[in-house]
């Protein structure tokens, strides 16, 4: 039988964490857990309203990791989140599932984490000074990082950031795979591009070679055919009941391409 802990901190909630606990946010992972029997015996929580503010900071935006992705959907201020939020499950999913949480996410889910990897997020540790870079959070998920406090998002230029998800069902299905771009440009060259990958490994992760295709470039035809070339190089996609490790190598590149071309039509 699993025991609920409830703490009135955020900093009690991570002591609780340090003894072995496991933390229970909007409870779309945790409960599948529950019930299937394989949840940690102790599950912790929080009323700490510091985990569902949403605070603008100059250039960044600060998420508590408690806001859900129905609270981003509502915040006009966060409209370059908008469209991955709004392909996260279906509107009990949206109105439950926190963006905290969505860092621990295992494939086919964790979506929401694909679009912070490719935004540069930072992520805050309750208890620790300073914030961490979201790839070290999620390179270090499978064993306990701590809990998250808040996630600071850079917010992109406008139309430099784009999103998409390729899934079987429409709207709410499982992610085949997903990509994230963040593609600003200097006078019509791209500088500091950022692309991110789910469902193309163990996690969502960074893709190198796209990276470097597109990095110094326009975005003309034989950059969008490099990009798409090199798409699938140097990663090890899963096989599984969604697709094959083959399919998802074939296609990363074609929808790679449509949402870049997406982003500069825009």
């Known amino acids: 039988m699993t025991e609920v802990q409830t703490y009135p901190t955020i900093d009690e909630a991570a002591r609780a964490m340090a003894r072995g606990a496991a933390y229970m946010g909007g409870g779309t992972i945790v409960m599948r ?44 201020q966060l409209d370059f989140l908008h469209p991955v939020a709004r392909r996260v499950g279906g509107p009990q999913v949206r109105n439950m599932g926190t963006v905290g949480g969505n860092l621990f996410a295992a494939h086919p889910y964790g979506d929401f984490a694909v679009a912070l990897l490719a935004l540069g997020a930072r992520v805050q540790l309750a208890g620790t000074s300073g914030a961490r870079p979201v790839e070290d959070v999620l390179r270090d998920r499978a064993r306990q990082v701590g ?59 960074r893709s190198a070679a796209v990276e470097r295709a597109l990095d110094g470039q326009r975005l003309d035809r034989t950059t969008l055919e490099k990009a798409q070339s090199v798409a699938s190089d140097g990663l090890q996609p899963p096989t599984d009941a969604l697709a094959s490790a083959w399919y998802r190598s074939e296609v990363v590149g074609v929808h790679l391409r449509r949402l870049l071309q997406s982003m500069e039509s825009s």
């Open 147 to 205: 809990l998250v406090a808040a996630i600071e998002v850079p917010r992109p230029r406008h139309g430099s950031f784009g999103f998409t998800k390729v899934s079987r069902v429409k709207p709410k299905g499982v992610s085949i795979l997903s990509i994230a771009v963040l593609a600003p440009q200097t006078g019509g060259t791209l500088r500091g591009v950022r692309v991110a990958l789910g469902g193309m490994g163990s996690g969502p992760l």
């Open 33 to 76: 857990e529950v019930n299937a029997g394989t949840a940690a015996p102790v599950l912790v929580r929080t009323d700490d309203p510091t985990l569902r503010q949403l605070r603008a900071q100059g250039d960044t935006v600060s998420l508590g990791a408690g806001v859900t992705m129905a609270q981003i959907l509502a915040e006009p």
